[in-house]
C-alpha cells in the first residue's frame, strides 16, 4: 500500500502562486507515475500535470500548459506542483495520485489509471 498526503492549498488572490506537496509514504520502493488531479464542484476530477518516476517525462492539461510545472525530488519522496498565474478557474480540490503503470505516461491520463490516492487539498483563487 502507498499512503500520500498533500500539503499547500490554501486562498491565493488571482494572479499569484501556490506549491503543492504530495510525500508518498509505504510501499514507494516502486516507480510510480505521479499525477495531480483536481475537481471542482460539480465537474469531474481532471489531470492537471503528470511526471514519470525519473522526471524526464511530464504531462500537462491544456488548462495549465505554461503556469504550473511538476517535479519530483526522489531523495526526497516528494512531488511538487508550482501554480503560478493562478486564475479564479483553477478553484478546486487538489490530489495528488500514483500509479505503477509502465504504460507511457500520455497514456496514463485518466483517474482509474492511478491506483493510490490523497485525501485531496483545497485551492481557493479569489478574483
Known amino acids: 500500500q502507498v499512503r500520500l498526503v498533500e500539503s499547500g492549498g490554501g486562498l491565493v488572490q488571482a494572479g499569484g502562486s501556490l506549491r503543492l506537496s504530495c510525500a508518498p509514504s509505504?510501499?514507494?520502493?516502486?516507480?510510480?507515475?505521479m499525477g495531480w488531479f483536481r475537481q471542482a464542484p460539480g465537474k469531474e476530477r481532471d489531470l492537471v500535470a503528470a511526471i514519470s518516476w525519473s522526471g524526464d517525462n511530464t504531462y500537462y492539461g491544456d488548462s495549465v500548459k505554461g503556469r504550473f510545472t511538476v517535479s519530483r525530488d526522489n531523495a526526497k519522496n516528494t512531488v511538487y506542483l508550482q501554480m503560478s498565474s493562478l486564475k479564479a478557474e483553477d478553484t478546486a480540490v487538489y490530489y495528488c495520485?500514483?500509479?505503477?503503470?509502465?504504460?507511457?505516461?500520455?497514456?496514463?491520463?485518466?483517474?482509474?489509471?492511478?491506483?493510490?490516492w490523497g485525501q485531496g487539498t483545497q485551492v481557493t483563487v479569489s478574483s
Open positions: 509505504g510501499r514507494t520502493s516502486r516507480s510510480y507515475t
Open positions: 495520485a500514483a500509479t505503477s503503470s509502465v504504460h507511457p505516461i500520455v497514456s496514463n491520463i485518466r483517474a482509474d489509471n492511478y491506483d493510490y
